[in-house]
């Protein structure tokens, strides 16, 4: 079954700052999605990314996938208080089975 | 368009009962898959349905069932309840099958075991 590990497990940093939040994964690839998570409530989708080297921006939100395509970066310019939640990194695997990362929780501090 | 949809938002039951869950995806979307949120195991695949078919399912137990409607509602039960049911249950709808597009997510029901 496919893995995905998250680093680190919670950040707090400071508004305005920049931060990234890795997710690897322990097989290649297909399709991976990022999802954000109000405490206690549903998920948000973020962005998707198929291809090994995509990279798609939202605002100030940057998602990288790289060319090995066992990788993600997720990354935040000029952090907000309304960037807090949990960010969670998921894929499908050839099982079309989907399966979500084990989480970062982000605090911003204003 | 509506979102997901879940009912109840917050369930309380005792050891040893079961309990329904409900998710009326949006509209259009045939595929609805449930997960199961707890602090310590995280988000985890329960099963997916589509055109009414059970299509995967997770490493659960099979106290844990479900079933799609001709409208795409979905229903998810739990027989037997233990205490480690206690959790966050999210349900999700997409066009497709999950893994070909993204999917939307209802606010989840709280269910607490006692």
């Known amino acids: 079954s496919q893995e995905l590990e998250q680093s680190p497990q919670s950040l707090i940093v400071q508004e305005g700052k920049n931060l990234t939040i890795n997710c690897t994964s322990s097989?290649?690839?297909?399709?991976l999605y990022w999802y954000k998570q109000k405490y206690g409530e549903g998920l948000i989708f973020l962005m998707m990314?198929?291809?090994?080297?995509e990279e798609k921006s939202h605002e100030k939100i940057t998602a990288k996938l790289d060319e090995k395509k066992q990788q993600s970066s997720l990354h935040i310019t000029a952090s907000q208080p309304s960037h807090a939640g949990i960010y969670l990194c998921?894929?499908?695997?050839?099982?079309?089975?989907?399966?979500f990362g084990t989480g970062t929780s982000l605090t911003v501090i204003p | 368009k509506a979102g997901v949809t879940q009912t109840p938002r917050y369930l309380i039951k005792t050891r040893g009962q079961q309990v329904t869950l409900s998710c009326s995806p949006i509209?259009?979307?045939?595929?609805v898959s449930w997960y199961q949120q707890t602090p310590g195991q995280g988000l985890q695949f329960l099963f997916e349905?589509?055109?009414?078919?059970?299509?995967n399912k997770g490493n659960f137990p099979g106290r844990f069932s479900g079933r799609q409607f001709s409208n795409s509602r979905s229903e998810m039960n739990v027989s037997t309840l233990e205490l480690g049911d206690s959790a966050l249950y999210l349900c999700?709808?997409?066009?497709?099958?999950?893994?070909?597009?993204?999917?939307?997510f209802g606010p989840g029901t709280r269910l607490t075991v006692l």
């Open positions: 097989k290649t690839l297909y399709g």
């Open positions: 349905y589509f055109s009414e078919t059970q299509r």
């Open positions: 990314l198929q291809k090994g080297g």
């Open positions: 999700a709808s997409s066009p497709n099958l999950q893994g070909d597009n993204e999917q939307f």
């Open positions: 509209s259009g979307h045939r595929s």
């Open positions: 998921g894929a499908d695997d050839t099982g079309n089975q989907f399966y």
